[in-house]
């Protein structure tokens, strides 16, 4: 067996920066002028008491106060999103606990690793929830970019981030963890606006409102923004120095309505961007590729209440998307590939309690997924006096009247049967169980089980001891991809599994809360692809494909061990302190083309120490400030890619952001709700870039822009 581990240089750690601007502001907390201690002055921020007792419902399908949520979670409330200034999902998100971001050629800060773990091209390990149903797509796994970038935020009332596999309620993709953005129906005006410009020439705006009338209520939402993008210089693996932008457009609109037992829940986006611009071993990517994605999430639901121990539910959900890559914005030219997927799920489900303390839930599901993916640069060839399959077609002179599928027409449908319960065993101690099994199309049935115990003193302190699985079947990609010379699927391939313990010890004062939690994942099977040239059997789906070319399989085994801190706490009526902190080791066993048995350590590059500051201060009664830090140790280089580009190493992401109220003391005017928000970005002007995981063709790609500025304009109506 041969042992690897990738090396770097010692990084420096974060001490100076933290020190520089934690001391800067105990410093304003410290001026005579800000001694003054007043209630009525003190930040607008939950308390620690109503922060822990929040009902939270993602880890149970069912209320549970979020010290006693069967899971290791963390809740983005309402009031630290407005005091982030965050335009986007992805950056309220960039705070959140052992929430790595990171970047492809084919996906510019839109992927999230949990934990350290790396699901290379899309967010395939973690499932999000609008309102408990799931925004996923059968095509690729999950493509999110537009969620991340087009949500209204001023539709979100809170987002709770389960860490851990969550298979067992969620079924697929809900494998390193969970997101569930919970949208608010309860406004205290009728329009929540604002709007912003930030550098770049970037312009957004982001509204919500609601309308009642008798039983009916109506929460719209809209989010719209542009921008030039930020500049980059790259080169490819061509040797070709380029030096574009990343311009980019979306939209996106909610929708939210209740009537009764009724629930009603629409999104719908559009993401346009530009790529990367490079030349790999398997895609040719030509300068200003343009990708546009659209995407439906439509619910319908029915809750009713037969008693005080059961309540029933029922829902359709339907997911939509359509995606496109072109070059040339002529409408009498072909794209370079597109694709869609029609994926709908039918649920039903049950919570119950039979007393003394016993709860849980069971449900039903059936899903029917269908799609396609066509590839026009290359045509489908019809005569027989040519011996080849197919033949380039030049989509920049005309449309593609026979286009490659490069992932044929499907249709399948799985079916999933789950229960968790739990029992309460003493005041203190409740023990949860729960499994589902799990039926796709062409595969065996999958088994998951999840069970833990929960121990909480009235005192506040407590302890979480948990085990649980997960599952993430092969994509219709990774399975029916059939692009000959280029890249096959696999519709052999297994799914992928994940086995997790986690231990998390918890305690609450009136003015402190603090986690310490350790976790231990081990997953099997992973999907990856053979790379180029790579000796394997070049059967695949039982034909002979060319020698060399990739094609999907099971390979490798990827454990992460590791330790989270997480904390938050109150001085004063000014002041909150939070933050948290992620340090984990990862090993990855799989086997050469050689047959040769290998660990790597930190074979997928991710950083492996990250560390999370936030300061919110009281400046004054119509000033508020807050100062973030993220600090990231050096992502590692893959082994494999040239190095081209500039080299890896570690970054702070430094913001501040200070909330002006004009009026605040004005209460009851027209104006008393006018607030302005300045926010700084990336202070520090790091240059911020990531490992190349998806063609690694070249060593590293941008990951995020320069210093930037914004300025924003809020208010109520």
Sequence with gaps: MIRTSSSHTAASGPPLCIRAWFGILLYLL???????????????????????????????????????????????????????????????????????????????????????????????????????????????????????????????????????????????????????????????????????????????????????????????????????????????????????????????????????????????????????????????????????????????????????????????????????????????????????????????????????????????????????????????????????????????????PRPLEAIAPYNESWDALYIQSSIRVTDELRAVLGGQLHSLTGMPLTTVLRTGLVYVEPSGWGLKVLWGDGFRPGSAIERRTAVPYMLYGNQSIRPERVRSIELQTLITRPKMYGALSYFHSKQTDLITTTRPGERLSNMVNGESTPPGVPFYVNRGTLTLNGVEVEGQGRIGHRLTVRGNALAYDAEYAFQTQEGTDTVASNYFGMPQVVVKLAVDVQLSDWLQGTMTDAWYSRFNTLADAPPVNPELRAFHTIELSLRVHPFASMPGEAWSSLSLQLRARNILNEQIMYPEYSSRSINTVPGSDRRTLSLSVSMDF
Excluded: C
């Design 30 to 400: 410290n001026a005579p002028t800000l001694l003054a201690q007043s209630s009525d002055s003190s930040i607008s921020v939950l308390s620690l008491a109503e922060l822990m007792s929040l009902q939270v419902t993602t880890a149970s399908k069912s209320p549970d106060p979020l010290i006693e949520a069967p899971a290791v979670t963390t809740v983005i409330d309402r009031q630290a999103i407005l005091r982030s200034g965050a335009t986007s999902l992805a950056d309220v998100l960039q705070s959140a606990p052992s929430l790595i971001p990171y970047s492809t050629y084919y996906n510019i800060a839109s992927i999230l690793s949990i934990r350290g773990d790396v699901s290379a091209n899309s967010n395939v390990h973690v499932l999000f929830l609008v309102d408990g149903r799931p925004f996923r797509e059968s095509l690729a796994g999950t493509f999110n970019r537009s969620f991340l970038s087009s949500f209204p935020v001023s539709a979100i009332e809170r987002i709770e981030i389960i860490r851990g596999p969550a298979s067992v309620l969620y079924g697929a993709n809900a494998y390193m963890g969970v997101i569930n953005v919970v949208t608010k129906m309860d406004f205290p005006r009728r329009i929540e606006g604002s709007a912003y410009a930030a550098s770049r020439s970037t312009v957004g705006i982001d509204l919500s409102s609601k309308f009642a009338a008798g039983p009916l209520t109506i929460s719209p939402a809209l989010h719209a923004a542009s921008s030039d993008g930020w500049p980059y210089a790259l080169t490819d693996a061509a040797g070709v120095s380029l030096a574009p932008k990343f311009p980019h457009r979306e939209l996106g609109l909610f929708l939210g309505a209740d009537a009764g037992p009724v629930t009603l829940r629409l999104f719908g986006a559009r993401h346009v961007e530009n790529l990367v611009s490079l030349v790999s071993p398997i895609w040719l990517v030509p300068p200003d590729r343009t990708y546009e994605e659209r995407r439906l999430l439509a619910d319908i639901g029915v809750h009713q209440t037969i008693n005080e121990s059961w309540s029933f539910d029922a829902n359709v959900t339907y997911n939509g998307m359509r995606g496109r890559h072109f070059t040339s914005v002529d409408s009498s030219f072909d794209d370079d590939f597109r694709a869609k997927t029609n994926d709908l799920q039918f649920e039903i489900s049950s919570n119950f309690s039979l007393g003394s303390g016993a709860k849980g839930v069971v449900g039903l599901l059936h899903a029917r997924q269908s799609g396609d993916g066509v590839y026009p640069p290359y045509f489908i060839n019809t005569d027989p006096s040519i011996p080849y399959p197919i033949l380039p077609y030049p989509v920049f002179e005309s449309k593609n």
